[in-house]
Nanobody, 122 residues
Framework: QVRLMESGGGLAQPGGSLRLSCAAS????????MGWYRQFPGRQRDLVAD???????NYADAVKGRFTISNDNTKNTVTLQMNSLRPEDTAVHYC????????????????WGQGTLVTVSS
């Protein structure tokens, strides 16, 4: 079972920056995309940004121009640089990777990190 290990997050002031990082516990299985989602209290988990192994990125409108996602396919890591943070960015952020389940009939399935809290407050 591949595990995702997240780091970063914590408290930032409005206008500040934080950096989230995530690494897969093993690197032998193909990964089709990596990304970050966030969840506000009482809400479903929503996409913040994702990136394919070819480097194609996708951002939620709320974070465009402020957040940057990057990855390292050789190390199976993904990073989210968050700048110009706002109080409304406060949420639990989850790393996601679509990792192949293995075998000839395998498929790319969602694998999640445990979540890291980002709090933006003065």
């Amino acid at each position: 079972q591949v595990r995702l290990m997240e780091s970063g997050g914590g408290l930032a002031q409005p206008g500040g920056s934080l950096r989230l990082s995530c690494a897969a516990s093993e690197t032998s299985r193909p990964i089709s995309s990596m990304g970050w989602y966030r969840q506000f209290p009482g809400r479903q988990r929503d996409l913040v940004a994702d990136i394919t192994t070819y480097g194609i990125t996708n951002y939620a409108d709320a974070v465009k121009g402020r957040f940057t996602i990057s990855n390292d396919n050789t190390k199976n890591t993904v990073t989210l640089q968050m700048n110009s943070l706002r109080p409304e960015d406060t949420a639990v952020h989850y790393c996601n990777m679509k990792i192949h389940s293995g075998g000839p009939t395998g498929y790319f399935r969602d694998t999640w990190g445990q979540g890291t809290l980002v709090t933006v407050s003065s």
